[in-house]
């Protein structure tokens, strides 16, 4: 027989498929045992852990009932933006607090945790989904235009409750809305006016300073240098035929002085002939010649005022009148003189009646002309003021045009502080026109809203736990954890177990083998306890299994 070698020194041999079946039989209570146990305490957690329902409700984007391009909204905020800004306003302490207080959450948490722990939880349980577009023919709209709709869902272990807070959040998620909405559509109105209101001031102001810039260089503005120069080419004008009329008035005035010399001459003649007959004749013809006189006045009044006003004006008039009734009381008055009879005028014998109507011509010849020298005198001295006053006038107008190039500076910078102040006025105006229509349609929920697309339901069954994962789970865990101390016992376990590993680990022929003899009584008893262990802990486990059973059964009887 060949000597035993070091078993330190002897690997193991190889395992085959009895030698694992015959681990699994010497094991199976290392294995089993963990599996059963692990299979009870993964259903006890199982059934004692609280369920999660979930209930959700959908949120939709309803677009706004006049379209932008006639009424644009103040809102320029994206939806989504706006969604995301509510949902972090939905879910802040004291928003949060006041629903737990409301609905009495988590009542057992409260009693061990402070508030801002359960609000954690509760922002953890809360989810609000990013906006996604969804076609308007799911929701039964004609066409395929892509609107915005959204998800606000709420786990909590009561169902009820869940839907509670769910109709909660989506009470105050639509109330957010309109709240921001009309605030924000109002704030901008607010400023809108209140631009408005600034760049009113601000014309007004520019206005004033326009206003009295104008009033102060009357006559003197840039856009006036045409219309002066033109005045005051006219005015010239009007100057040279002044001047005109003047020399043309002087020469019939030398003309009238010469006559009146002549006829001065021609009356000195006459009367040397008889002086005391023609003074007679003289005194007689006095009331005639001083109407001829009257009459000769008139007509010169009425020539100069034909020279400046029209046919139809009240001095022209009112002249002719008097011209008229001065003509019918010269001719009344001469034709009396011709008709009283010789013996009425003694004194006409001495002459003859040829002599006499000479003299009268003459005489009357020297007034006449001495009338129209007087009226040539008063239309110069007329003329001389007229040439006064346009010359007046016109230096006037030359320091209007020589003083219109210093202020056009000014003139242009207040035209285009003017011309924007407007158009800014003018663009505030209708800004604020659309801000205000924007305001009101807001104010009249013909905006941009929300609106309840699924209302928050009742959940029916549980989202977690997965219970029959989770008994599966902790089964598998304890078969692993079973497994794992089999093979741990089996490494640990240098005893030769079979004829195999006697023939492989002694390198010697086996020649018979003598079977292991216990005490009958021994093996009987020890099976016994076995069997009461493994009766006594099945039977534990069922009671714990059932009664963890019956107790989720009891917690949600509609399940």
């Known amino acids: 027989m060949q000597p035993m070698q070091d078993p330190y020194s002897v690997s193991r041999r190889p395992l085959d498929m009895e030698d694992y079946i015959d681990i699994i039989r010497r094991h199976k209570g290392w294995i089993l045992g963990p599996a059963f146990a692990a299979l009870v305490v993964s259903v006890v957690g199982a059934f004692l852990w609280p369920d999660t329902f979930i209930s959700m409700a959908t949120l939709r984007v309803v677009p706004p009932q006049i379209p932008d391009r006639l009424a644009p909204s103040n809102v320029n905020v994206d939806m989504t933006q706006r969604i995301q800004m509510m ?19 988590y009542p057992k948490d409260r009693k061990k945790y402070p508030m801002q722990d359960l609000v954690e939880d509760m922002r953890k349980d809360i989810r609000i989904g990013e906006a996604i577009p969804m076609a308007r023919s799911m929701l039964g709209g004609g066409n395929n235009r892509n609107i915005m709709a959204f998800s606000i869902t709420f786990a909590y272990s009561d169902r009820l409750l869940a839907q509670r807070v769910v109709n909660d959040l989506v009470s105050r998620f639509i109330d957010e809305q309109i709240r921001t909405g009309a605030m924000s559509s109002q704030q901008t109105t607010q400023f809108m006016q209140d631009d408005f209101t600034t760049k009113q001031k601000s014309l007004e102001e520019i206005e004033k300073k326009f206003a009295e810039f104008r009033a102060r260089n009357q006559g003197r503005l840039p856009e006036q240098f045409q219309q002066n120069m033109s005045a005051q080419a006219g005015l010239e004008n009007r100057i040279a035929a002044t001047n005109s009329s003047i020399n043309r008035v002087n020469q019939d005035k030398m003309l009238l002085e010469s006559r009146l010399a002549i006829l001065n001459d021609q009356l000195k003649v006459s009367q040397a002939q008889s002086p005391e007959d023609l003074t007679v004749e003289k005194a007689k013809n006095e009331r005639l010649v001083a109407i001829d006189r009257d009459i000769l006045a008139t007509q010169t009044a009425l020539e100069a005022r034909l020279e400046q006003y ?55 010849n020297i007034q006449v002309t001495q009338a129209l020298i007087e009226a040539r005198n008063v239309e110069i001295e007329n003329l001389t003021k007229e040439v006064g006053n346009l010359e007046k006038q016109a230096k006037s107008l030359t320091e209007r045009i020589m003083s219109s190039p210093s202020n056009e500076p000014e003139y242009d910078l207040l035209l285009r502080e003017r011309a924007i102040a407007k158009e800014q006025y003018e663009a505030a105006t209708a800004k604020k026109t659309l801000s205000e229509n924007a305001t009101k349609i807001e104010n009249q929920k013909q905006g941009e809203r929300l609106e309840v697309l699924d209302p928050a339901n009742v959940p029916q069954t549980p989202v977690s736990p997965k219970r029959w994962m989770v008994i599966l789970i902790g089964l598998g865990a304890g078969l692993c954890l079973g497994l794992f101390l089999a ?67 009891s917690q949600n009887p509609g399940l």
């Not at 002694?506 to 009584?521: F, K, M, R, Y």
């Not at 039977?539 to 963890?548: I, K, N, T, Y």
């Open 310 to 364: 029209q046919e139809n004006h009240p001095d022209v008039r009112t002249l002719r009148a008097n011209l008229a009734v001065l003509k019918r009381t010269r001719d009344n008055m001469a034709r009396e003189e011709e008709s009283k009879p010789p013996e009425a005028n003694p004194r006409e014998k001495i002459l003859g009646r040829v002599q006499q109507k000479e003299v009268r011509d003459l005489e009357a």
């Open 87 to 105: 949902s972090a306003l939905m879910q802040n302490t004291a928003t949060l607090s006041n629903i737990i207080n409301q609905y009495n959450l």
């Open 487 to 553: 093979g741990l016992r089996e490494v640990k376990d240098t005893t030769l177990k079979n004829l195999k590993d006697v023939r492989v680990y002694t390198q010697l022929a086996v020649l018979g083998s003598i079977p292991l003899l216990e005490n009958d009584v021994v093996v009987r008893r020890r099976r016994r306890l076995g069997w009461l262990i493994w009766s006594t802990a099945c039977l534990a486990g069922v009671v714990m299994m059932a009664s963890s059973f019956l107790y989720y059964r």
